[in-house]
């Protein structure tokens, strides 16, 4: 069975920063893209970041320029480099990331249950 442990929320001041993880462990062959989102009560859960087996990224325009997502693959780690946050970033972080358990299996997509961050003025 595979599972996605997300790490490193806590309260922070705005204006500060937070790094936050995610490892995969479990029966792995592979992980193809992975990403972060994020939700708030009462609203959706919205997409953060990705980034793609190879190591291109996106983001969404709120956090261009302050986050960086990055992955060590040996690690099977996903990491979200937070920096300049601001209250609105306040969310419970989840991680997604795209796995296949055998070579002859396709790829699936798992996720965490969540950190939260809050981001206090």
């Known amino acids: 069975q595979v599972q996605l442990v997300e790490s490193g929320g806590g309260l922070v001041q705005a204006g500060g920063s937070l790094r936050l993880s995610c490892v995969a462990s479990?029966?792995?062959?592979?992980?193809?893209?992975a990403g972060w989102y994020r939700q708030a009560p009462g609203k959706q859960r919205d997409l953060v970041a990705t980034?793609?087996?190879?190591?291109?990224?996106n983001y969404t325009d709120s956090v261009k320029g302050r986050f960086t997502i990055s992955r060590d693959n040996a690690k099977k780690t996903v990491y979200l480099q937070m920096n300049s946050l601001k209250p609105e970033d306040t969310a419970v972080y989840y991680c997604?990331?795209?796995?296949?358990?055998?070579?002859?299996?396709?790829?699936?997509?798992?996720w965490g249950k969540g950190t939260l961050v809050t981001v206090s003025s």
């Open positions: 997604n990331a795209g796995i296949r358990v055998s070579w002859y299996r396709s790829f699936e997509d798992y």
């Open positions: 479990g029966s792995i062959n592979g992980i193809n893209g």
């Open positions: 980034i793609t087996s190879a190591g291109s990224t």
